[in-house]
């Protein structure tokens, strides 16, 4: 890596990546019942820890919304926050573990329809969740990708809420922003010249800030209020509340390792379900080795439960932001962690100016990259084996969340592996009354109903070559179907012949 393409990408791009990590980490904390720097560190932890230990090019970590419902449960059940953060740290050990047991290979059983639908509906939810902030409405909290919301909204509920209280100076802010990323990608960008060397989000928020100001100063009905802006805890200040470490003396108590257990569990599929996608979308296809990356991600764990951080996973909203902005190699993921450190200790007042609209336009071009028009038409002219599964993943994450759509999604791209499995595992071809039935790879009980199918389809007074030669593995249970159709077959004048296959 040289010192050119550092500027010209991933610096760049980790400016950007910051600016839409930064309210993550913080509405993921707030969202969490957590102290609202629990929620930086981890993106600290997760911008350098994993950044430098990874074998990821462009994948971003940090705290992920996915965990907010266990960390709530997990903080009432144990009493505090300090015996939470001790789980964390024993979550990070047990990945860590996973590692060297090569867990990790898990990973590569994800089916790429289930894949690439979990990369439209996020893309989805990013679009549906941040229609509310780029109007002004704010009641939701960054970064959340439930369907189901606190005080029994959804996600088409606040939308409609949110088109009756809106900000005007914040839609102005989130129009400008999407237009301005529009433009500078299809017409600025393909020319040569420095100018193309500039990311379109992050001269978004420049431009999102300096219409903030004006509306401020000089049209005072358009002015966006406070609240609509980044909130930054500035760490010399009584925002801060400083680090909370472990509780050690909570080792003896059996709730701690239920609850490690179950974060090191759920962090690891994110991670891996993640990885994955990342890997679809580096524009260079580099393949992340996922052992070691549950050990990078297992470490920022130790790491950031030690200084008293969120638990951290591999996060694919931030993850798509870098490599959108242009991000080619981990310098990007390791410069944004430390511009977001350093954001706490000297840029939480310009940060403060940021209109969070501004930033809603920018997810929603990441969404829209996600889920454009053109990957419903290929997944379809690919047929119902492919397609069925990834509009059941798309849909069922956006009606209820990431783990529990793509296990959904799994569930279904498993039953067409089956039923592709059943039709070619036993092949049966006929000329007039002569039938060859073959046997072309291992058969299991689980082909019993197709082979008793095709039995059932020879007519009376045929031939029929019953054909092994390909089959390594005959189950006893279709050895028990032949044998049970050679005894029929005797009353229907049928003549079984078997070919290398002993029953």
Not at 14 to 27: D, E, K, Q
Not at 88 to 101: D, H, P, S, T, W
Not at 222 to 243: Q, R
Not at 475 to 498: G, H, Y
Request: charged letters at 15%; glycine letters at 8%.
């Amino acid at each position: 890596m040289n010192f050119k393409e550092y500027f010209s990408n991933d610096l760049l791009a980790s400016l950007v990546v910051f600016l839409v990590a930064l309210p993550l980490c913080l509405g993921i904390a707030l969202a969490s019942g957590a102290p609202l720097q629990a929620g930086l560190i981890a993106g600290v932890a997760g911008g350098i820890v994993v950044g430098s230990l990874s074998g990821s090019n462009v994948s971003i970590a940090g705290p992920a919304a996915g965990l907010t419902t266990i960390v709530i449960a997990a903080i009432a059940e144990l009493g505090s926050f300090e015996a939470f953060v001790l789980t964390v740290v024993l979550a990070g050990i047990l990945q860590f573990i996973m590692g060297i047991i090569k867990a990790g290979t898990i990973g590569h059983f994800f089916p790429a329809s289930v894949i690439k639908g979990m990369l439209a509906a996020i893309g989805l939810i990013l679009i549906l969740k941040q229609i509310p902030h780029a109007v002004g409405f704010d009641n939701d909290y960054e970064g959340d990708e439930s369907f189901f919301e606190e005080g029994g909204r959804n996600t088409f509920t606040s939308i409609i809420e949110a088109f009756e209280a809106f900000s005007g100076g914040a839609v102005v802010v989130a129009l400008v922003t999407i237009t301005l990323i529009i433009v500078w990608e299809k017409i600025v960008a393909k020319k040569s010249g420095w100018l193309s060397f500039i990311p379109a989000p992050l001269l978004a928020v420049i431009v999102g800030v300096i219409l903030s100001e004006v509306f401020k100063s000089s049209v005072p009905a358009l002015a966006i209020d406070s609240k609509h802006m980044v909130t930054v805890p500035n760490f010399f200040s009584g925002d801060f509340g400083g680090l909370m470490y472990p509780d050690f003396s909570q080792l003896a108590n059996p709730i701690i390792y239920k609850v490690a257990f179950t974060i090191a569990l759920v962090a690891s599929l994110e991670t891996l379900l993640s990885i994955e996608a990342c890997d679809k979308l580096d524009p260079l296809k580099r393949i992340t080795p996922l052992n070691r990356e549950l050990k990078a991600q297992g470490t920022a764990n130790i790491i950031s439960g030690l200084l008293g951080g969120l638990p951290v996973t591999s996060v694919i909203v931030r993850s798509s932001a870098n490599i959108n902005a242009g991000a080619r190699t981990k310098a990007s993921s390791i410069t944004h962690g430390v511009i977001l450190a350093a954001s706490v200790l000297f840029l939480s007042n310009i940060l403060q100016l940021i209109p969070l609209s501004a930033l809603a336009g920018i997810l929603i071009m990441v969404g829209y990259k996600l889920t454009p028009p053109k990957l419903y038409k290929e997944m379809f002219r690919k047929g119902w084996s492919q397609f069925l599964p990834f509009i059941v993943t798309v849909l069922a994450i956006v009606f209820t969340n990431l783990l529990l759509g793509v296990f959904i999604g799994i569930l279904v791209s498993v039953f067409f592996i089956l039923k592709t499995n059943f039709q070619e595992a036993v092949i049966m071809v006929g000329d007039g009354k002569n039938f060859l039935l073959k046997l072309t790879k291992n058969v299991s009980f689980l082909n019993k109903s197709t082979i008793r199918g095709k039995f059932l389809l020879i007519p009376s007074n045929s031939t029929v070559l019953i054909d092994g030669t390909e089959a390594h593995f005959v189950d006893q249970d279709i050895k028990e179907a032949i044998r049970d159709f050679i005894e029929t077959s005797k009353t229907k004048q049928i003549e079984v012949e078997l070919k290398h296959l002993v029953i």
